[in-house]
Nanobody
Framework: QVQLVESGGGLVQPGGSLRLSCAAS????????MGWYRQAPGKQRELVAG???????NYADSVKGRFTISRDNAKNTVYLQMNSLKPEDTAVYYC?????????????WGQGTQVTVSS
């Protein structure tokens, strides 16, 4: 059974920082791309940042220069460092991973972690 578990969300003041982590566990043979998405109330889920197994990254325009995605392949973990947070960054953040397990290749999602930016 493959699981992706996020951690690190919480309440932070505008201008503050948070670091999200997402660890994949289970019978995993290989993980290809991993990414972070977010969904604010009343809005569609959107891509925040993605990273390939080789380390190539892409970001939403709204977070470029403020957020940094990284991964530790040995730990099957992806991170999202979020700096200079704004109220509009408030959302539930989800990680996903394109991976190969005993069940074959599929995309898995975490359960989400709440990030609230407010004074």
């Amino acid at each position: 059974q493959v699981q992706l578990v996020e951690s690190g969300g919480g309440l932070v003041q505008p201008g503050g920082s948070l670091r999200l982590s997402c660890a994949a566990s289970g019978s995993i043979f290989s993980i290809y791309a991993m990414g972070w998405y977010r969904q604010a109330p009343g809005k569609q889920r959107e891509l925040v940042a993605g990273i390939t197994r080789g380390g190539s990254t892409n970001y939403a325009d709204s977070v470029k220069g403020r957020f940094t995605i990284s991964r530790d392949n040995a730990k099957n973990t992806v991170y999202l460092q979020m700096n200079s947070l704004k109220p509009e960054d408030t959302a539930v953040y989800y990680c996903n991973g394109d991976l190969v397990s005993l069940r074959g290749r599929a995309t898995y999602w975490g359960q989400g972690t709440q990030v609230t930016v407010s004074s």
